[in-house]
């Protein structure tokens, strides 16, 4: 991860914990210090397509869980679909909340991110 990346990450991060803690979203793209975009009802895919679209390529993800979020029932998840509309989007970074987020068939998105130049970061 690039030195900009790392700075997308930490703006990105606080700006999702915010919009978790309002109930808003949980999934922001960053680039260049600019919040692209912010998931909101339509769910993470499409704020990654429109996020993507902004940025061009090189954007940050970052999902992260809510405050108060019951994970018995309501787990922020990544699956190999969020890594194949990454890459259609050119991400460069997703960001999960480690200890929180649910990565669906681990070791297919791990190999797909590599293969697609995305590195996953669990903070």
């Known amino acids: 991860m690039s030195r900009a990346e790392e700075e997308d ?32 009802f339509e769910g993470t895919n499409d704020a990654i397509k429109r996020g993507g679209a ?25 699956g190999i679909e969020t890594i194949k509309v990454a890459a259609d989007a050119r991400l460069r970074v997703i960001a999960v909340e480690a200890g929180k987020t649910l990565l669906l068939e681990r070791d297919k998105i791990v190999d797909l991110a590599g293969r697609s130049k995305i590195s996953i970061v669990a903070r």
């Open 9 to 40: 990450l930490d703006l990105g991060w606080s700006v999702a914990k915010e919009i978790a803690r309002l109930d808003i979203g949980q999934t922001i793209i960053v680039k260049n210090g600019t919040v692209l975009a912010v998931e909101a």
């Open 54 to 78: 902004l940025a061009r390529e090189g954007a940050v993800m970052i999902k992260v869980a809510k405050p108060n979020q019951d994970m018995r029932f309501d787990v922020p998840v990544i």
